[in-house]
Every structure is written in structure tokens, then in C-alpha cells.
């Protein structure tokens, strides 16, 4: 069945940077374009990221713009998020799916907890 791994996350200060990975499963990975959401608390998931299957096309939240690069290994069926330049306000839990502007599957893995605070 499909799954979603997500790992990565972890406390950093303000300016610093984490890089998370997702390890897909269950689909044939190189077919589907994929995104990171995130959910903060209190707050809706948000659409943070997303790549074509063939890596050609990328989008990005207007509030992540400049700082996270989303890639995509289809060898490895990985996703990464490079979060650089944090801010206290990208604290959230970030997730992985399928799809380019809206997730693929109607369910989602545990996700990884990224807490930006000095």
C-alpha cells in the first residue's frame, strides 16, 4: 500500500537550516509529482512545496520563497525539503504526498515536527 516516511525535522534557531526527507512507497514514485504540506498548531495544512514528476516544474508558498528547495530522487523514491534561513514561524509538522497542487491520497504518514526558537 502507499506510505509516506517523513524524517528530518528537529528543533533549530532562527537562521538555521534542516533538511527533511521522505521515503515513498506502494506507487511507482517517478510517475508523481509530490509536495510538502505543513500544519501548525491551531492552523489548516498548508501546501508548502510541490515538484513535477520529472522535476522540471516546482511551486512555492509565497512565505517560503528564496529559502526551501524541494527535490525529488527517483532512484530512491525520496523526497527533500531544503529549509534554509528559518524562522520561528515555519514551525510545524511537515508532511509528504502525491500530487502538484493538491495531495494525491486522502491520508497522510506521521509526519516530522520542525520547531524553529532561540
Known amino acids: 500500500q502507499v506510505q509516506f516516511v517523513e524524517s528530518g525535522g528537529g528543533l533549530v534557531q532562527p537562521g538555521g537550516s534542516l533538511r527533511l526527507s521522505c521515503a515513498a512507497s506502494?506507487?511507482?514514485?517517478?510517475?508523481?509529482?509530490m509536495a510538502w504540506y505543513r500544519q501548525a498548531p491551531g492552523k489548516e495544512r498548508e501546501l508548502v512545496a510541490s515538484?513535477?514528476?520529472?522535476?522540471?516544474?516546482?511551486k512555492y508558498a509565497d512565505s517560503v520563497k528564496g529559502r526551501f528547495t524541494i527535490s525529488k530522487d527517483n532512484i530512491k523514491n525520496t523526497l527533500y525539503l531544503q529549509m534554509n534561513s528559518l524562522k520561528p514561524e515555519d514551525t510545524a509538522v511537515y508532511y509528504c504526498n502525491a500530487g502538484f497542487t493538491y495531495p494525491a491520497w486522502d491520508f497522510w504518514g506521521q509526519g516530522t515536527q520542525v520547531t524553529v526558537s532561540s
Open positions: 515538484m513535477s514528476n520529472t522535476g522540471v516544474s516546482t
Open positions: 506502494g506507487f511507482t514514485f517517478r510517475n508523481y509529482a
